[in-house]
C-alpha cells in the first residue's frame, strides 16, 4: 500500500518560513520523481517544485528563489523549505510522486499577519 504523509504546514506570518516534510512508503523513493503541488480556493493546482531521482529540481517562476526542494532518500522524505512567504502561497500543499502517480492528503499553509 503506497502512502504519501504530509507534514509541517500551518500559519505563518508574510516573511515567515516553513519546511514541508513528505513521507514515503510502499514506493521505491530512490527511483521516483517527486514533486510538490498547491491549490489555493478557487484556483487550479500547481506544480510548486519537482526533483529527479538523480536531485536534478526544477521550480514554478513564482517561487524560484524563495523555495527548495530536497530529498533524503534514506528516509524517503521530500521536502520543500519555503522562505519569504507571501500572502498568495497559502494553499493546500501536495506532494505526488510523478513516476508512480500517487498523491498525498495535503497540507495546509496559510500565510496572514
Known amino acids: 500500500q503506497v502512502q504519501l504523509v504530509e507534514s509541517g504546514g500551518g500559519l505563518v506570518q508574510p516573511g515567515g518560513s516553513l519546511r514541508l516534510s513528505c513521507a514515503a512508503s510502499?514506493?521505491?523513493?530512490?527511483?521516483?520523481?517527486m514533486g510538490w503541488y498547491r491549490q489555493a480556493p478557487g484556483k487550479q493546482r500547481e506544480l510548486v517544485a519537482v526533483?529527479?531521482?538523480?536531485?536534478?529540481?526544477n521550480y514554478a517562476p513564482s517561487v524560484r528563489g524563495r523555495f527548495t526542494i530536497s530529498r533524503d532518500n534514506a528516509e524517503s522524505t521530500v521536502y520543500l523549505g519555503m522562505h519569504s512567504l507571501k500572502p498568495e502561497d497559502t494553499a493546500v500543499y501536495y506532494c505526488?510522486?510523478?513516476?508512480?502517480?500517487?498523491w498525498g492528503q495535503g497540507t495546509q499553509v496559510t500565510v496572514s499577519s
Open positions: 526533483i529527479t531521482s538523480g536531485g536534478s529540481t
Open positions: 510502499g514506493i521505491i523513493f530512490s527511483i521516483n520523481t
Open positions: 505526488r510522486s510523478l513516476t508512480s502517480d500517487y
